[in-house]
């Protein structure tokens, strides 16, 4: 066998290894009374993750909300904040992790937003005092938010020992909590999590109290 075919051989050898020994994560996340729980955020410590480049996202304006609710990104994504709405909106934060303001507009600005620092970064509207958005920014290399019913999945993730992190706007403070510890096998793994977050009332209005940003941007400042 000749250096050439040799190194072919290497290369494939080491790549199928690698597939065998990704996983998937299934995670489940509930309240306190045990209730599935969108919008929540797990971030894993472990394996290093194959680095983006140059990571990229959208946060769009739909309906007078922002869509999604929350975003999780890796730090030093860029995001652009589409409307799609009829209407102009004018997007801003005065987070520590990232302040800035996007004026009057309809649309796509024309450039995207740096999110170059970690933390949490509450998003607000000049026109609509309704609207609030959530990004989530990290250095870890493995993270997502948890859909509709409460669940997330994470693939080709290596085997290993992680360590987790969750977040949710809901929580108390608005501070990320430790998840523990977790071991993923080469099989994949499915597992819950519980955060502990303040219930809504049932006469929460449909509408949030024009404070509502002030008080979210009051929480992320304290991070």
């Excluded at 589409?82 to 009057?104: C, G, M, T």
């Excluded at 509207?125 to 990290?138: E, K, Q």
């Amino acid at each position: 066998m000749n250096f050439v075919a040799s190194c072919f051989l290497v290369i494939a050898c080491v790549l199928l290894g690698a597939a065998a020994n990704a996983a998937t994560l299934i995670a489940e996340f509930v309240d306190g009374q045990g209730k599935p729980l969108k919008d929540a955020v797990l971030t894993l410590q472990g394996p290093a993750g194959k680095a983006d480049p140059s990571p990229k996202a959208d946060m769009d304006q739909r309906n007078q909300i922002f869509a999604p609710h929350v975003l999780a990104v890796r730090t030093g994504t860029q995001i652009k904040f589409p409307n799609s709405d009829n209407i102009r909106h004018q997007v801003y934060s005065f987070s520590p992790a990232k302040r800035f303001e996007l004026r009057l507009y309809g649309g796509t600005p024309s450039e995207p937003v740096l999110f170059d620092k970690p933390g949490v970064v509450v998003l607000g509207c000049n026109i609509h005092d309704w609207m609030l958005g959530y990004v989530y920014v990290t250095d870890d290399p493995w993270f997502g938010v948890s859909n509709d019913q409460g669940s997330l999945t994470l693939d080709q993730m290596p085997a290993g020992h992680y360590v987790a992190t969750l977040w949710h706007p809901q929580a108390p403070d608005m501070q990320p909590v430790s998840g523990g510890e977790i071991n993923i096998p080469a099989a994949g793994l499915h597992t819950r999590f519980s955060i502990a977050v303040q219930p809504k009332g049932d006469d929460t209005p449909a509408v949030p109290a024009p404070s509502a940003f002030g008080d979210a941007f009051h929480k992320a400042a304290h991070e």
